[in-house]
């Protein structure tokens, strides 16, 4: 038996679009431009970008001034549940920031990482509030934190300017000691 090799060819690359431009078009049409859909629905998002791994989901967003960051979260995770599918979602936001937020910052850093370190996550809107009270340059800054089951999120807006920061919040892994 001969077999030719045009037909075997042409029949293995028509096999083989067939195959990925099926999951290609799955993954775009079914997955993707929901989620996608979902996510520029919400008040807020200026612009997304995403981009979905076997383990991951990552949102790249442009957001506006005075975007609540922990309801976006939430929003995304109970309506995209089943475009997200038991992966993580990772989000990355473009910052607008200015020299003044992120001096603003520079100085509440510290503190606002020792507050993460020692779980006491309300000394961060004292810290973010009192650094407003103190310095008179940032009287126009606005400060909101917000915290959810894994991240603490702290907006800072000076009018058109925006800076969004997500905190993880890491448990403590509980171990055994050896006098117990």
């Known amino acids: ?5 045009v037909p075997v060819l042409l029949t293995s690359l028509l ?3 067939l195959l990925f431009g099926g ?3 799955y993954r775009q049409f079914a997955v993707q431009e929901p989620l996608q859909k979902i996510v520029s629905s919400y ?4 612009d997304s970008h995403i981009t ?3 383990n ?6 442009d957001l506006a001034p005075g975007t609540k960051l922990r309801e976006l979260v939430q929003y995304v995770n109970t309506e995209g549940s089943s475009a997200i599918d038991g992966r993580t979602l990772k989000i990355d936001v473009n910052q607008h920031s200015s020299a003044l937020l992120d001096e603003y ?5 510290f503190s606002v990482a020792e507050a993460m370190e ?7 809107p004292a810290k973010l509030d009192g650094l407003i009270a103190e310095y008179s340059q940032y009287k126009d800054v606005t400060a909101t934190t917000e915290i959810d089951d894994s991240n603490v999120y702290v907006s800072l807006t000076n009018g058109k300017e925006s800076k969004f920061i997500i905190l993880p919040r890491v448990p403590g892994a509980i171990g055994v000691w050896n006098n117990a």
């Open 105 to 109: 910052w520079d100085k509440a850093m």
């Open 52 to 54: 979905i791994n076997r």
């Open 23 to 25: 999951w290609y078009s």
């Open 15 to 17: 096999s083989a679009a």
């Open 1 to 5: 038996m001969k077999l030719r090799l």
């Open 43 to 46: 008040e807020g998002v200026n």
């Open 56 to 61: 991951e989901v990552t949102l790249k967003l």
């Open 118 to 124: 020692s779980r006491k996550y309300t000394l961060i």
